[in-house]
């Protein structure tokens, strides 16, 4: 290979790794979420789309518990109407959130999720929510938004998570246009424990 071929190969290998690093780059954040909704890793409930509602034969109670969180910056009551309910798994269960608009001007909102203990995510699946969805609520105005999910009877025969007796769904509300000057900064509402 003559010297000027070699320079010429070796950028176009540079540039083409470049190119591609960068690709990957961008496709890691849907990538990963993607992954962590499939698995239920780090705590991401499961998204389902369809109806559970079937005949579990080893059906187990377990306690949920519904943690509400406003981001600073949000000028919105964010609490959950239920703080807990016991639910059978294999069961779709239906549980709302009110959120209250407290300042004078529209806002904008939307939230994120988890579940914890974070072994459980995989196991907690959402059916509808209203999360990572905008939510707009005019000066005073009050709604609730309900939540749908059921728990997989396979938790029970699960080794790691056959001691889990209390669940906790949290979701956190930040507003989308001070999202970035507020990150990280939240406003406890509500709190629950994890047993």
Request: glycine share 6%.
């Amino acid at each position: 290979m003559v010297k000027g071929n070699k320079n010429k190969y070796t950028a176009y290998s540079v540039i083409l790794i470049i190119v591609g690093m960068i690709s990957l780059s961008y496709a890691a954040v849907p990538l990963y979420d993607l992954f962590c909704r499939t698995t239920g890793f780090g705590g991401t409930p499961v998204v389902k789309k369809d109806n559970i509602n079937v005949k579990v034969v080893n059906s187990v109670d377990i306690k949920i518990q519904f943690n509400a969180d406003v981001a600073g910056g949000l000028e919105w009551n964010f609490l959950p109407v239920e703080r807990q309910k016991i639910v059978k798994t294999g069961s779709n269960t239906l549980a709302f959130y009110k959120a209250k608009n407290i300042s004078n001007k529209e806002i904008t909102g939307v939230a994120a999720f988890n579940v914890t203990p974070l072994k459980v995510g995989k196991y907690f699946s959402k059916i509808d929510c209203f999360c990572f969805e905008e939510q707009t609520l005019k000066a005073g105005e009050e709604v609730e938004m309900p939540v749908s999910f059921y728990i997989d009877p396979e938790i029970a025969n699960d080794p790691n998570t056959q001691e889990v007796k209390t669940i906790t769904l949290s979701y956190t509300f930040f507003n989308i246009n001070e999202n970035q000057k507020y990150k990280g900064k939240i406003k406890k509402n509500t709190t629950a424990q994890v047993k």
